[in-house]
């Protein structure tokens, strides 16, 4: 029997809804927990030990209010990506969790700084869409694009170092990590140049 378009929609974005729902389960242990885990799954730059942090380091946050602000454009934005290439989209967020978290262990800022949180990846998914509807033009990619935008364009600031305790690394190399993702993945990577 077919999907029906709601089945469908519910499909294609029950893998950001269960991200979500982890991390939330994950920040409530945090808690219980006086968030030592931050210390032990964090990512700490170039410290061995840190490198478990490049998986992990998404699902923790420092607090119920950075959680807070990371879900509802992780739920937007991850929600566009799995709109937009609904095949793609688990590639698509283990090359941003796992480029862009590697760029943050080899050039962020260490001394004891351990960096947590889903904001890298909320920044990958924008720097997605948007590369996205940019190298593949369909319909569908190019009207993510400009919604992303039109709703999180400015978050791009975010990849500035304007304040010590937020992670702008994680940011920056997260977009980063989703522009080339969105390269990497883009449909018509084997097709014949056009020459006029």
């Known amino acids: 029997m077919p999907l029906d378009r709601d089945s469908l929609t519910m499909e294609r974005l ?3 809804i269960t991200f979500v729902i982890i991390i939330w389960v994950v920040q409530f242990a945090n808690f219980t927990l006086g968030y030592w885990p931050n210390d032990w799954f964090g990512l700490e730059p170039r410290d061995p030990s840190g490198l478990i942090g490049i998986p992990f380091s998404p699902f923790l946050h420092a607090g119920f209010k950075h959680a807070a ?3 509802v454009p992780l739920l937007m934005l991850g929600g566009m990506a799995a709109m937009a290439a609904p095949k793609r989209f688990i590639e698509a967020t283990l090359i941003i969790v796992l ?3 590697a760029l943050v262990w080899l050039i962020a800022r260490g001394g004891n700084r351990v960096h947590v949180g889903a904001s890298g990846l909320v920044f990958g998914y924008l720097g ?3 590369a996205l509807g940019i190298v593949e033009r369909s319909f569908r990619t ?4 400009a919604a992303a935008v039109m709703l999180y ?3 791009i600031m975010g990849v500035l170092p304007t304040d010590h305790r937020i992670s702008w690394e994680s940011h920056l190399f997260g ?3 989703g ?7 883009r449909s018509d990577k084997g097709a014949t140049p056009h020459v006029t």
């Open 179 to 185: 522009i080339a993702a969105a390269w990497m993945l």
């Open 69 to 71: 602000a990371n879900t």
């Open 99 to 101: 480029v862009g978290g």
């Open 14 to 16: 029950r893998p950001i």
């Open 175 to 177: 977009a980063l990590a």
């Open 142 to 145: 190019m009207f993510a694009a």
């Open 128 to 130: 997605y869409v948007v």
């Open 153 to 155: 364009g400015g978050l």
